[in-house]
Every structure is written in structure tokens, then in C-alpha cells.
């Protein structure tokens, strides 16, 4: 099998889980239980992992076109395949709970798969090959015909329901197969549900009717979402996205649907992004507010104080499960050859035992952003957690540690980690008065203090005239983009100036791509939107305008960004969709559209 591009995926969420489906039809990941639970199709990793693929019979010869684009204000993609024979459209869509509007979308999903074949024109030769695959592919289910057409497959913990609209299905040992026509006008439903074995059976539901509620249930939470600001359209629908990543039973936003996308293809760095980063917090708490409601954020800081507990001085993990998990150890899935062969394929992520020192100042600082919304007195909960996490700061900012890129090696002095115990000492003085009476402003400020003199004074390179990674160091490094955007330095101060003339010119990668570092092989989407907000906040917004279009231009066709660019090929690399690629871009429309905003 010729692996697809990672472009090529759409995605697809009910907010409880997420799957990928390509340009050729068919869904080749999904998790079903939620977003980091085991796959039922994972040949995204592996062409023996599962799929179920729905196109036309003459998919991918002479005469073949596709077209996509999602409904409305959804997460529902709707192709178009145009063939020398006629054209069919297929809509693919995770089921919402029949009924659910508002913030009601995700709390109760029925983690169904839907499928709707739709003649358009003259009369089309499809076929459906479904051949799932549970716990990552380690299990072939048996299949069995049901007395209405459908076809039960159950493994292990897994059962799974495929119902295909009447037209039959012809069972092999491991896969069930079937060619059949559509013509113009006819329309023909397909649905697979989810179970758990020894439970409750998988729902059934109507899949054209279910459809049709779930592109009302998207559009009816879109419309009580507005955003006032430059670039409307591609704000609008990243902040879909992040909605379709957001586990809605506890508010958590995962970081990406997928594990193990290779950073470079072969390559080795490929990690399992299916959690929910603290280090996020304040930039995703940020998109929310600018593109979304109070509504979210009040959830996430809800789940994110009940998943920290009572803080002692062990650090605070820099990212949880979805449900607030805190081991969540890394293991590798030996049998799976990974994506394009780029192993190993891992689940899991042991970043969770990393000290990083940065994560204490984004949560505080997410807090301090929203302190007007929240008001004057802070619940128990949220009071304990900035204190503890204030403390922590104090007593440990002098530490190195793994840094924002969760380095497996040594432990270092990392400029943007020390910057960050600034900005949570900063903005725990400003929150002091609603910290009750164990709130030490005058103590935190001395050493927020020492802490900027440190940072100015060691991390400031003379060799190279820009800030550096960590201290004593003279490589660059993107993330210093971070210090303006967190009211560090202005993006005017001459020394910062120069570190982002440094960074665009020693890091820059063509077409408005940012390398995180001088060896990085590919542009990491997050840093080439940091860029962006520093030049538009150093008054060159034309160049950050220009900027920001041709970032635009990475968007796959149906508008997802993964989380890096190769510069050569331009392919899109890293795990997808990448929730920090989007809410890299929600901010840097708002900046554009007001420099001065906090």
C-alpha cells in the first residue's frame, strides 16, 4: 500500500473521540472508546491495522477526481468523487447524540461512525472494504452475519456493528467486502457503532437521520460562538477544530488525534500526542476566549485543578489524561511498522515524569487572563492550586530542567522555563488579593525579580547578539519568540528586536516556516504563528499580514494543519490535527487585529 500523505486525512469528531478518513474513502484511524483509547483502524501506523474504505470502484484510475470540503460550521466532510461514469458524493460524520445542542455536543456521544452515499450523477460502481482491527491491530475479530443484513465483529474488549444501508455484504475470514451501484438521486446509509464487551450493546441509529442531527447539532454550537476580528473564516473553523479535540465530558483539549507522526519521515522522534498539555494552557484558554466562550474555559480550569490535586513539592506533570490520569507511561507497539516506516510507534508519553518549569507559569498565567471573567473570589480549588503552584516556583526556579521541547537528554537552564517561573510569579503577585491570606506578594515579587536580572544577565548571547536557548548556550532557539507574547520584553526593546531578526534569519526555512532549532529538519507551525505576533507587535504589520497568508497556504484542502512542514517537499509531518498549530493561528489573527491585546 502506497502510504497517504498525512495531508490527505480529514478529520472527523463526535467530542469524544476522533478518526481520520482520506482522499481515497477510506477511515484508517479511530479510537473509539475516546481520543487515546486503542484503535479499532489504525492502518494510519501499519497497512495491516484496520480500515474501512467506501469509494468508487474506479478510485484512483484515469478520470478519477475528488473534491472535499466540510458542512458548515462542522466537522462533517463531505466528497465528492467525479468519475467518467458520474458522481457521488460520501458523508462522513462521528455521530452526535440525537438531540444534543449547545455545550451538550460530546457529553454523550454514541461513538458511531456514519457514512452516507449519495448519488449525484449518472450511475456509479462503489465498494466498501471493512476489515477492523481492535486493540491496535493485535486482534482479528470473528464476523458475523446479522438477520438484518449487518455485520457483527467482536474481539477482546471490542464490539463493533456494521450496517450497510440493504445492499449486503459478502464475509471473508477477516474482512467483509461488497460491490454495489448508485444512481443519480439515490441515497444509502451506512453506520458502525461501537460497543464494549460484556456491556450494553452498540447503538443503533437511522444513519441518514443521525446525519442531519449531527450537522445541526455543530451548527447549533457554532452560532453561539462569535468572534469580532481579522481573518473570520480560518478562526472560525480552527476553532472547530479545537472543539472537535476537546474531550467534552471533562473539558480537556487534546493535543492531537494521532500517536506517533514522524517529525521527519524514517525518523524516530514520533510521539503519542493524545493528551492534554498544561503547557497549552494558557495559549488554548487564550484561543477559546478570543474564538469560543467563557463556557470552555471555566471547564478546563475545572479539569485542570482537579487533575494537578493538592500540589506538593514533586513537579507538576506537563500533561495528563483526558479524564485527568496522571500515569500515563509510554510503551512501544513492536508489531506495527509505523507511519511510512518511521518507528517506533509508541503509546503513552513519559514526558509526564519530566521536570519542566515552565508549566506552573502557563497555568497561572491562563488564570491571570481570564481573572475578570472569574471575578473576585476563587473557589477553593482554584485558590489552592495557584498557591501551591506559586510556591513551587519560588522554591525551584533555580532548577534545570527538560524545557518546552521535553528533551530526552540532560537537564538544562532553559531561557523560556526561567521566563515562565517569571511570568508565574508575576501574575501570582497581580492575583495576590484574591489568594487569601497564605499569599506571599511581597516575597514572590523579590524573587520574580531575581529571576528577570538572571535571565538578562545569562541569557543574553554576545557571539551571536540574540537570546539563547538556555543559559550559556549560543544556539538559537524559536521559542524566545515566547517573551514578547508574554509581556517579558516588549517585541521593540532592541535586544528582543534582534533576537527575532536572529531567529527569522538563522531559523527561518522558506515560505514563512520556523525551525525550532538550528537542526531541526522541518517548520514547526506553532513558532512560524509566534513569529507572526512579534512582528505585528513590533509594528511591521504588513510583514506579519504577508506572513501570516502564506502560513495559511499550509492547510490541507480541507484546512487542517499538522505540526510541521517539511521545507523542501512541503508535505505536512508531525502528529494531526495539531491543536497547538491552530491555536497558534487564532492568536496571531487576533494580534493582527489588535498588537497591544494581553
Known sequence: MDQPAISDYGFL????????????????????????????????????AGHWRLAPVAAGRPGHRVQRAYVADTLVLRTVHHTPQGSVAVTDALAAEIGARGHQLGMNSPAVLLRVVEGL??????????????????????????????????????????????????V???????????????????????????????VRLDPVAALADTVRAWQAYRESHHYDGRHPEQVRH????????????????????????????????????????????????????????????????AWAARSIGRIGPEPVPVLFGLQGERDVSEYECRHLSGYAGSRPVRVGNDAWRQRQLDVPGEVISAVWQLREYLGDAFDTELREMVLGLAEQVAV??????????????????????KVLCWVAL?????????????????????IRDEIRAAVLREGWNERTGAYAGAFGSPDLDASVLLLPLVGFLPATDPRMRATIEA????????????????????????CSFWLVECLAMAGERDRAETLFARLLGHANDVGLFSEQIDPRTGAQLGNTPQALSHIGLVSAAWRLTDPTTD
Open 426 to 446: 508575576d501574575r501570582a503577585v497581580s492575583l495576590a488579593p484574591r489568594l487569601g491570606d497564605r499569599a506571599d506578594p511581597r516575597r514572590w515579587a523579590a
Open 238 to 301: 480552527s476553532a472547530t477544530v479545537l472543539t472537535g479535540l476537546t474531550y467534552a465530558r471533562s473539558g480537556a483539549v487534546a493535543a492531537a488525534l494521532t500517536t506517533s507522526l514522524p517529525e521527519r519521515i524514517g525518523g524516530d522522534r514520533n510521539y503519542d500526542y493524545r493528551y492534554a498539555w498544561l503547557r497549552d494552557f494558557a495559549m488554548t484558554l487564550r484561543a477559546l476566549w478570543v474564538a469560543a466562550c467563557p463556557s470552555e474555559a471555566s471547564r478546563l480550569f
Open 121 to 170: 450523477t449518472g450511475r456509479v460502481r462503489m465498494s466498501y472494504d471493512f476489515r477492523p482491527r481492535p486493540e491496535y491491530g493485535l486482534l482479528s475479530p470473528y464476523l458475523h452475519e446479522q438477520p438484518d443484513g449487518g455485520v457483527l465483529a467482536a474481539a477482546g474488549p471490542v464490539v463493533l456493528v456494521l450496517r450497510t444501508g440493504g445492499i449486503g455484504a459478502h
Open 13 to 48: 469528531s463526535d467530542c469524544r473521540s476522533g478518526a481520520l478518513v482520506g482522499r481515497d474513502g477510506s477511515v484508517d484511524w479511530w479510537c473509539p472508546d475516546r481520543f487515546d483509547s486503542p484503535s479499532v483502524f489504525g492502518r494510519l501506523l501499519d497497512p495491516e
Open 503 to 526: 531567529v527569522e534569519r538563522e531559523l527561518g526555512a522558506g515560505d514563512g516556516l520556523v525551525r525550532r532549532w538550528g537542526t531541526d529538519p522541518a517548520g514547526f507551525l506553532p
Open 172 to 202: 471473508d475470514s477477516d474482512r467483509v467486502r461488497q460491490d454495489f451501484e448508485v444512481t443519480a438521486g439515490q441515497v444509502l446509509g451506512f453506520d458502525l457503532a461501537y460497543g464494549q464487551a460484556y456491556a450494553a450493546g452498540p
Open 396 to 417: 525551584t526556579w533555580h532548577l534545570p530542567d527538560r524545557g518546552i521541547w521535553e528533551t530526552r537528554d540532560a537537564d538544562r537552564h532553559y531561557l523560556t522555563s
